[in-house]
């Protein structure tokens, strides 16, 4: 089958992403990725400069600006330091402010051992005593698997709050992991700078919390959690279960920025299969975040969203309140009650080559909600695999002035739609892009409902397929479809396979453009029974978009990233670019 380029880069990770399911019990073997993993389409590396601008003021990709992980270390893959340069008293005698926890080990005590060492480590895990002299806290477990629903964890210190704790660029403080150390229950970093957790596992506290939880509190900068896990017992409604397994939220004097979550096990908050009225969400970014990366990381078994971005509680109408620049990418998300992607309130939201399906009762991606994104937009959907999704693939459904979303390059198979525009009304300057996605076998591929009622709406639909789908190509969700947009409405370069545009419930004429469509016509998909959706010689998609749309040249303007590389890594031509989300290469 194939997916597209994400596979490639994922290649070495994949295998140890997987994490052991409620009945499982193997060891746990989580390996850090290959160097140079996570570099997706249009989202930065973290060693990248990025864009400084916070709303009202756009960025302009010139503005993009320097940071400390520029030149310095890379959070995704930067080791350990080694125990000579850290603590040369080891293994004999202990180092202050290094700590060494190994509850296995048969010397292991805590009477007059405040720190550790190798010869002799701490039996537990000081709760509370890290802070600006802390220099390494090394944990060890014994190298298994999750230990089940009311199992106990290595390590049950109920709530770990830290503050002030203070690495640098040129020596990060670490809490390093061996032998995949569980803990239970909770993490709260405060104030922290240049920090990596690395092979720290939180799970749930029997008696106490049936789930894990990473809380990343104000004034955090330059802090990594990585190769890990947080998750719960996913079991029933799980009574008492926190409302996010890993909560991003800074404050209006004490903001977060440059967060990493990467390469985790995140999830098991409840069971997805029900609606307990937990809304359990896997990562919430909430207000006052800053350029926060969730990479290449597993996100499944949720009652709520695998990342709800903002709250939709916020009427507050400080722009600078919200999450600015949040990088949404190589993830595989799966088996939520509600949504994969939920972008309530936050600027520059960008989900880029994930994989994401099964949802038994809500829609994949929300790019923008109505009610519920005030002051909100800027929100990218690029080269992501949707799929089996039982109430639709997207939707872009806001009702507040400027929320700019577009869906570019996505392949979107087996669900009840591929992209939803949905109640709009009484909007300005809403606009939507749908750009060179392949939607196959869904029974709406596209369904258009209104925009404002004045000002300047515009839609965009431009060099997408649809096929082979058991309903009507594009649909009239109501309120006056494609002419509820007071803009400028296109339907340009779109190839449809057995079912004839034009015969639709929403006839073309309703747009002001419809240049270049191919109503009815094969695609010539390389082979549909294995999911292989790139184009053969003599495809009416080849070459048909004979100038590509502005939108991708607004993204590098924005950015400073170029976008125009399709989901399997091949270029996007600036004219005759091929129609769908593959560009055709032999």
């Known amino acids: 089958m194939l997916v597209g380029r994400r596979d490639v880069l994922k290649a070495a990770v994949a295998a140890t992403l997987l994490g052991p399911s409620v009945a499982e019990s193997a060891v746990i073997t989580v390996a850090p990725a290959a160097a140079g993993a996570g570099a997706y389409v249009g989202i930065p590396n973290p060693t990248d400069p990025v864009p400084s601008a916070i709303m009202p003021t756009l960025p302009t990709g010139a503005d993009n600006n320097?940071?400390?992980?520029?030149?310095?270390?890379?959070?995704r893959t930067e080791p350990a330091p080694d125990h000579a340069t850290i603590a040369p008293?080891?293994?004999?005698?202990?180092?202050?402010?290094?700590?060494?926890?190994?509850?296995?080990?048969?010397?292991?005590?805590?009477?007059?051992?405040?720190?550790?060492?190798?010869?002799?480590?701490?039996?537990?895990?000081?709760?509370?005593?890290?802070?600006?002299?802390?220099?390494?806290?090394?944990?060890?477990?014994?190298?298994?698997?999750?230990?089940?629903?009311?199992?106990?964890?290595?390590?049950?210190?109920?709530?770990?709050s830290s503050t002030g704790m203070a690495g640098t660029s040129s020596q990060p403080l670490f809490w390093k992991g061996v032998d995949s150390p569980w803990i239970g229950w909770e993490l709260e970093i405060n104030a922290a700078t240049h920090v990596i957790f690395d092979d720290i596992h939180l799970m749930g506290s029997p008696g106490n919390q049936p789930q894990g939880r990473l809380r990343i509190f104000p004034g955090c900068r330059y802090v990594t959690f990585r190769n890990g896990t947080v998750r719960g017992d996913g079991v029933g409604a799980s009574s008492g279960i926190r409302a996010q397994i890993i909560d991003i939220s800074g404050a209006s004097s004490n903001i977060n920025e440059f967060i990493c979550i990467y390469n985790n096990l995140i999830g098991y908050g409840g069971d997805y299969t029900q609606e307990f009225n937990r809304d359990v969400h896997g990562v919430r970014p909430l207000y006052y975040n800053r350029h926060v990366w969730i990479l290449d990381n597993e996100?499944?078994?949720?009652?709520?969203?695998?990342?709800?971005?903002?709250?939709?509680?916020?009427?507050?109408?400080?722009?600078?309140?919200?999450?600015?620049?949040?990088?949404?990418?190589?993830?595989?998300?799966?088996?939520?009650?509600?949504?994969?992607?939920?972008?309530?309130?936050?600027?520059?939201?960008?989900?880029?080559?994930?994989?994401?399906?099964?949802?038994?009762?809500?829609?994949?991606?929300?790019?923008?909600?109505?009610?519920?994104?005030?002051?909100?937009?800027?929100?990218?959907?690029?080269?992501n695999v949707m799929r089996d999704a039982v109430a639709g693939c997207v939707r872009m459904s806001g009702d507040q002035a400027g929320q700019m979303t577009y869906v570019i390059g996505n392949l979107m198979r087996d669900s009840a739609y591929g992209i939803r525009f949905a109640d709009h009304s009484g909007t300005d300057d809403n606009d939507e892009w749908a750009l060179h996605n392949t939607i196959v076998n869904c029974t709406t591929p596209m369904n258009i409902g209104s925009s404002g009622s004045s000002g300047g709406d515009n839609l965009r639909i431009s060099g997408n397929i649809t096929y082979d789908d058991t309903g009507?190509?594009?649909?009239?969700?109501?309120?006056?479809?494609?002419?509820?947009?007071t803009g400028d409405t296109q339907l340009n370069y779109h190839v449809s396979y057995n079912t004839d545009l034009s015969a639709t419930n929403l006839p073309t004429t309703e747009f002001d453009s419809t240049t270049g469509l191919q109503e009815d016509q094969d695609p010539l998909f390389t082979n549909v029974a294995t999911d292989d959706y790139t184009l053969q010689a003599g495809s009416p998609a080849v070459d048909l978009v004979a100038t590509?749309?502005?939108?991708?040249?607004?993204?590098?303007?924005?950015?400073?990233?170029?976008?125009?590389?399709?989901?399997?890594?091949?270029?996007?031509?600036?004219?005759?670019?091929?129609?769908?989300?593959?560009?055709r290469t032999a």
């Open 66 to 75: 320097t940071h400390e992980w520029i030149n310095t270390y890379d959070p």
């Open 89 to 160: 008293n080891w293994p004999s005698a202990e180092q202050a402010n290094v700590y060494y926890i190994d509850k296995f080990h048969g010397s292991a005590t805590d009477t007059s051992n405040p720190y550790g060492y190798p010869d002799q480590p701490r039996l537990t895990i000081p709760a509370g005593a890290y802070g600006s002299s802390a220099i390494y806290v090394e944990i060890h477990g014994n190298n298994l698997a999750w230990p089940g629903v009311g199992g106990s964890p290595d390590y049950d210190v109920n709530s770990i």
């Open 299 to 383: 996100i499944r078994n949720l009652q709520g969203d695998c990342i709800q971005i903002g709250n939709s509680a916020n009427t507050d109408p400080n722009e600078e309140q919200r999450t600015h620049y949040c990088y949404f990418a190589g993830n595989t998300c799966h088996k939520t009650w509600e949504n994969i992607i939920d972008c309530k309130t936050s600027y520059h939201f960008i989900a880029s080559e994930n994989e994401m399906y099964d949802c038994p009762d809500a829609v994949l991606c929300i790019l923008t909600n109505n009610n519920e994104g005030a002051l909100t937009g800027y929100h990218w959907l690029i080269n």
């Open 472 to 485: 009507t190509h594009i649909t009239d969700g109501g309120n006056n479809g494609a002419q509820g947009y």
């Open 548 to 583: 590509l749309d502005p939108a991708f040249d607004a993204f590098f303007d924005l950015y400073g990233i170029s976008i125009k590389t399709d989901i399997a890594g091949n270029a996007i031509p600036d004219m005759n670019a091929d129609a769908g989300a593959y560009q």
